[in-house]
C-alpha cells in the first residue's frame, strides 16, 4: 500500500514526499482510514513506528488555518513535544503549530497561545495554562495523547483526567502509546466514543536482534563498558541507566578514557537535552548515555548497540530500550552488563518475556582505566569561588 491509497489531500501528500517517507508504516496503514472519517482510534505501536504522522494527517486534515486553538496534542516529555511540533509544522506549514512544556518562561507562550491552530504541550505546563485562562479549548476539535502509557507512568494519570475533563465532549480523542496497559483501556473507555483498537507489530526485528548479557563485580562494571564500546562498537550507541546521578557518572568516565560521549536525563536545561539530541542524531558523538526519558518516544536513528548499563526494574522499560535497534532491516546489538544488584530485575524481565533469547557471554580481559568518582577538581574549585566573592559581596553590601 502508498499513501495515496489512504485518501489524504494532495497537499499532504506533497509533505509527506518532502520528508521523504514513501511507504506508510502499518500503524499509518490500520488507523489514519478511521482517523481521517473522525472516529476515535487507540494505537498500539512501537517508538518509532510513525505514530506522529498517523495522527498528524488527521489534524492536518481536519483543522483550518486562522480558526483558533482546534488540536491539542499531549506529551509526557519536553523533548518529544519538540519533536511532535516539527514534524506537524512539516506536514503542515498553513497550520500555526506551537509547542507548550515547562522549564522556559511562560510568557512568550501566552502570546503563541492566541494565534495557535495547534498546541503541543505536556501536562504540567497546559494546567499552568488553564488556571491562568490563557489557552481557549472551547473550539478543540480533536485531543491526541501521545505515549499515553509513559504518561501514567510519570505519575500525569490526574492531570491528564483535568485535561480531558476542560475539552469539550464533541470532539475526536485518539491514544497512542508503545503499550497498552489496562489503566489506558480504562481511560478510554472513560472518555472516548467507541474507539477502534488497533495493533501494530514491533517494528523491532528478531531476527536482527541479537541479545547478550555479562557477569560482572560492581567495580569492573564501568570497565567492561570502555572495553566493549572500544572493540564492538560499529555504530551509534545509546546507553541506558536508571538515574541521573549514574548518568553523569558514566559519561565522566567515558570521556576520561577518550570515549566521545554525551547525556541526556531530566535533570538538564532544554536547550542542553536539545543540543545533546541533534549532536547525536548528526552523529557528532558516538555514545549517548540516557535515563529512560531518552527511550521513549524520541526519533533516534541508527543505533547499533544498546548497552545496559544498570537493568530497569520495569520489564516494559526494557523492551522500549532494546527497541531503540534493529530497526527498518538493519542488525543491532544488545548488550546487558549485569551486578549482583541486577539479578533480581533481569529475572523478572526473562520470566515476563520468555522468548527473549539472551546470551551469556564469557568476560574478555580487561585493562585499568581511568575512575572519576566526583566533578574535576578545576569545576569545584570555580564553584567554591563563585560562593566566596558571591558571599563576599553580600557581607560588603552588608556592612
Avoid: W
Wanted: glycine share 6%; aromatic share 6%; with cysteine.
Amino acid at each position: 500500500m502508498i499513501f495515496e491509497e489512504l485518501g489524504l489531500s494532495s497537499n499532504l501528500l506533497e509533505a509527506i514526499k518532502r520528508i521523504d517517507i514513501t511507504e506508510p508504516t502499518q500503524i499509518q496503514r490500520e488507523s489514519i482510514p478511521h482517523i481521517l472519517k473522525g472516529k476515535d482510534v487507540v494505537g498500539e505501536s512501537a517508538t518509532g513506528s510513525g505514530k506522529t504522522i498517523a495522527f498528524g494527517a488527521g489534524i492536518v486534515e481536519n483543522c483550518i488555518p486562522g480558526k483558533g486553538l482546534q488540536a491539542l496534542v499531549l506529551t509526557p516529555t519536553r523533548e518529544l513535544a519538540e519533536q511532535v511540533m516539527k514534524v506537524l509544522r512539516q506536514l503542515s506549514r498553513g497550520l500555526r503549530t506551537i509547542s507548550v512544556y515547562g522549564g522556559v518562561s511562560i510568557n512568550p507562550q501566552m502570546d503563541q497561545l492566541r494565534r495557535a491552530d495547534v498546541v503541543v504541550a505536556t501536562p504540567g505546563r497546559l494546567l499552568d495554562h488553564l488556571e491562568r485562562r490563557t489557552i481557549d479549548l472551547s473550539r478543540l476539535k480533536i485531543l491526541v495523547l501521545d505515549e499515553a502509557d509513559r504518561m501514567l507512568d510519570m505519575g500525569f494519570i490526574d492531570d491528564v483526567e483535568r485535561i480531558i475533563r476542560a475539552c469539550p465532549r464533541e470532539r475526536q480523542t485518539l491514544f497512542f502509546s508503545a503499550t497498552i496497559s489496562p489503566r489506558i483501556r480504562d481511560l478510554a473507555n472513560k472518555h472516548m466514543n467507541n474507539p477502534v483498537n488497533i495493533s501494530a507489530t514491533k517494528m523491532v526485528d528478531p531476527d536482527k536482534l541479537k541479545q547478550v548479557y555479562y557477569d560482572v563485580d560492581k567495580n569492573r562494571k564501568l570497565s567492561l563498558l570502555v572495553h566493549l564500546l572500544q572493540h564492538d562498537n560499529s555504530g551509534l550507541a545509546m546507553i541506558f541507566c536508571n538515574t541521573r546521578r549514574t548518568t553523569d557518572f558514566v559519561v565522566r568516565n567515558l570521556k576520561a578514557n577518550r570515549i566521545k560521549a554525551i547525556a541526556i536525563h531530566g535533570g538538564l536545561s532544554q536547550n542542553k537535552r536539545a543540543r545533546t539530541i541533534d549532536l547525536f542524531n548528526k552523529a557528532k558523538a558516538g555514545v549517548l548515555v540516557c535515563t529512560d526519558v531518552a527511550a521513549r518516544g524520541l526519533h533516534i536513528n541508527n543505533v547499533s548497540h544498546v548497552f545496559n548499563y544498570e537493568i530497569p526494574s520495569d520489564p516494559k522499560d526494557y523492551v522500549h530500550r532494546i527497541g531503540r535497534t534493529a530497526r527498518a532491516g538493519e542488525s543491532g546489538k544488545v548488550v546487558n552488563i549485569l551486578c549482583n544488584y541486577d539479578h533480581d530485575n533481569f529475572a523478572r524481565i526473562l520470566d515476563e518475556y520468555r522468548s527473549f533469547d539472551v546470551a551469556n557471554v564469557k568476560l574478555p580481559q580487561l585493562q585499568r582505566i581511568v575512575i572519576r568518582k566526583d566533578e574535576p577538581p578545576r569545576q569545584r574549585r570555580n564553584f567554591g569561588r563563585q560562593n566566596y566573592f558571591r558571599h563576599g559581596q553580600r557581607r560588603k553590601a552588608n556592612g
